[in-house]
């Protein structure tokens, strides 16, 4: 008897799991897990200027437990000297995030990164409330009292 289909919906990450691991596994990763989680992992502001690129793992030779690997990380380019500097701590919590010493060096390659999203504009002033702000201004200069008007909306807008 043929098991019935399930008729709720399927996370996306079922479909793309196959298709991700092997690309992934090219490139050094035995999981997505360091590529979704690198802004737990490396820490917000590390993570807002560089991303991991792939894992370069040496060949054993013999019997002899093998080398760490090389962690290879996109960065952006006024970025990369801080980062070069914050390596030390970059291992540490990566090779945490492994539970043993899995990386040894890291290695830089500048370049924009991928997933980087424009900032969205900031919402316009209420031209209203700019207003309400300048007429309440002890100031005799018309254009210095409009343009405080214009900074304290801005100020209660965020």
Do not use: C, Y
């Not at 917000?44 to 030779?61: G, L, V």
């Not at 093998?66 to 990380?73: D, Q, R, S």
Request: charged share 25%; glycine share 6%; hydrophobic share 40%.
């Amino acid at each position: 008897m043929n098991k019935p289909s399930r008729s709720f919906p399927r996370p996306l990450s079922e479909f793309t799991g196959a298709t991700l691991s092997d690309s992934l596994k090219a490139q050094g990763f035995a999981s997505n897990e360091i590529i979704a989680r690198w802004a737990d992992i490396a820490g917000p502001e590390i993570a807002a200027h560089s991303e991991p690129m792939k894992i370069t793992w040496p060949r054993a030779i013999g019997e002899d437990s093998p080398e760490p690997a090389t962690l290879v990380l996109r960065v952006e380019g006024p970025a990369a000297l801080e980062i070069q500097h914050l390596s030390a701590v970059i291992l540490e919590r990566v090779n945490r995030f492994f539970g043993w010493q899995a990386i040894g060096r890291i290695a830089l390659r500048q370049a924009p990164l991928r997933r980087r999203e424009p900032p969205a504009p900031p919402p316009p002033l209420d031209p209203e409330i700019a207003a309400r702000i300048a007429a309440s201004l002890p100031v005799e200069d018309e254009n210095l009292r409009q343009a405080l008007g214009r900074l304290g909306a801005a100020i209660k807008r965020k």
